[in-house]
């Protein structure tokens, strides 16, 4: 059952909000894949006054970008879900997993998964493309010469 689409008077308010939501999911998807890591990264080279290696900056960077970057993906997904509903794509029905349906059974409409992958799939495309350049252009060889 998806939702009823707003009257007319309101859809450019639903369209600006629906555009603003996806600002967010995109800032969001860059806080995710550059800043956390650079943030832990950052205060575990603070925690240490020597250049020896120690086990605890290393868990404490380790733990808690698998942590942030868990935190910020639910939170996309509440965003992407509120974008759907505002944009009147979300459709509430259950639905069973594909793997548990029978194979005998009709095939069925692949469920919408909103903005959300989308903007993934670019972020992250642009992050391998910013590492290729960094890598390749700017970082230098580490090898002898």
């Known amino acids: 059952m998806r ?7 309101d859809a450019a308010r639903h369209r600006l909000l629906g555009a603003a ?6 800032a969001g998807s860059i806080l995710m894949w550059v800043g956390v ?3 832990w990264m950052w205060l575990g080279s603070r925690m240490t006054s ?17 942590v942030s970057m868990i935190a910020i993906g639910k939170g996309l997904g509440v965003v992407n879900r509120l ?16 793997w548990m349906r029978s194979m005998r059974g009709e095939r069925r409409v692949v469920r919408d ?14 992050a391998v ?11 230098g060889s580490s090898l002898p010469t």
Do not use: C, K, N
């Open 3 to 9: 939702t009823e689409q707003p009257p007319p008077a």
């Open 21 to 26: 939501l996806v600002v967010v999911m995109a």
């Open 37 to 39: 890591p650079v943030g």
């Open 50 to 66: 020597s250049t020896q290696a120690q086990l605890g900056p290393y868990l404490l960077v380790l733990l808690g970008t698998i």
């Open 83 to 98: 974008h759907m509903q505002v944009t009147g794509r979300l459709d509430d029905r259950r639905t069973q997993a594909t």
């Open 113 to 126: 998964r909103g903005v959300l992958d989308g903007v993934m799939l670019v972020s992250v495309g642009l």
């Open 129 to 139: 493309v910013a590492f290729v350049i960094w890598f390749f252009v700017f970082a």
